[in-house]
């Protein structure tokens, strides 16, 4: 999937806003969406921030370091990977990845029952798990940070309409509850069964990682430890300042 609009959360962490460039109140969009478009770039009064940054993406065409994480929602070991390195990495390297998420993991397919799944975690971790490939589904550029949201609270699925609101607020909360109560969130689930246990090699446990396409177990420690090095040197083409800790002269004024 594609998750957000290129350079968007570079703005807030490779510069600061000068007074003359910092949005009005009135600006109705978050710091994320500043780039999306000229027109918003306009409103925000941001376009010499967005125009700096646009100049030191890396070449266009190139083939992105493809991400894929096989995880379950209430597993300790996917959340901290989920929040302490998969996130991270992507907000600061989306221009040079792209990121796939299956909300399966050890979850079983029941052949009958008033459930048609059973989950490591419970109950709650099918329904949180369902929860989140609904949004997966219906929140476009803005799923990554609700299931970050998500992951990052105390109770992830209570958590999930306080996280909608806060990153999709467009996105109506009833179509979610509708897809994840009903037939759509269950195939979604099957889909992501079929995906999951098509792996080969099968996996073993989760978190479960492939880099464009393929696990190996030398590729996963390496993203255990730090994925974002390993998206940085697996990047053929020009890599991004961020990687190489090249100073780029851009605005850096503050409020």
Same mark, same amino acid.
């Given at each position: 999937m594609t998750l957000w609009p290129?350079?968007?959360?570079?703005?807030?962490?490779?510069?600061?806003?000068?007074?003359?460039?910092?949005p009005k109140p009135s600006c109705p969009y978050p710091p994320s969406q500043w780039c999306r478009s000229l027109q918003i770039a306009i409103e925000c009064q941001v376009q010499k921030q967005c125009m700096e940054l646009?100049?030191?993406?890396?070449?266009?065409? !190139?083939?992105?370091?493809?991400?894929?994480?096989?995880?379950?929602?209430?597993?300790?070991?996917?959340?901290?990977?989920?929040?302490?390195q998969l996130y991270p990495t992507w907000t600061m390297?989306?221009?040079?990845?792209?990121?796939?998420?299956?909300?399966?993991?050890?979850?079983?397919?029941?052949?009958?029952g008033t459930s048609p799944f059973s989950c490591q975690h419970g109950e709650?971790?099918?329904?949180?798990?369902?929860?989140?490939?609904?949004?997966?589904?219906?929140?476009?550029?803005?799923?990554?940070?609700?299931?970050?949201?998500?992951?990052?609270?105390?109770?992830a699925l209570h958590a999930a309409r306080p996280c909608v609101a806060l990153y999709?607020?467009?996105?109506?909360?009833?179509?979610?509850?509708?897809c994840a109560q009903g037939g759509q969130g269950v195939q979604l689930m099957k889909d992501h069964a079929a995906r999951t246990q098509g792996l080969n090699p099968t996996h073993s446990h989760v978190p479960w990682v492939t880099i464009d396409g393929e696990h190996r177990?030398?590729?996963?420690?390496?993203?255990?430890?730090?994925?974002?090095?390993?998206?940085?040197?697996?990047? =053929?083409? !020009? =890599?991004?300042?961020?990687?190489?800790?090249?100073q780029v002269k851009l605005d850096r004024s503050l409020c």
């Open positions: 290129r350079f968007a959360v570079h703005l807030l962490l490779v510069m600061g806003v000068s007074e003359g460039s910092h646009n100049a030191t993406r890396p070449s266009p065409g !190139r083939p992105l370091v493809e991400v894929t994480l096989y995880y379950e929602s209430l597993c300790p070991g996917c959340r901290v990977f989920l929040t302490q390297l989306q221009d040079i990845m792209n990121l796939t998420l299956v909300p399966y993991g050890n979850t079983q397919e029941l052949p009958s709650a971790e099918c329904q949180t798990n369902m929860m989140e490939a609904c949004i997966l589904h219906l929140a476009g550029d803005a799923s990554l940070h609700i299931i970050y949201c998500m992951e990052s609270s105390t109770h999709a607020p467009a996105l109506s909360w009833a179509a979610v509850e509708c177990e030398e590729v996963q420690e390496k993203a255990m430890a730090s994925l974002f090095h390993l998206v940085c040197d697996l990047y =053929k083409a !020009r =890599k991004p300042p961020v990687c190489t800790g090249v």
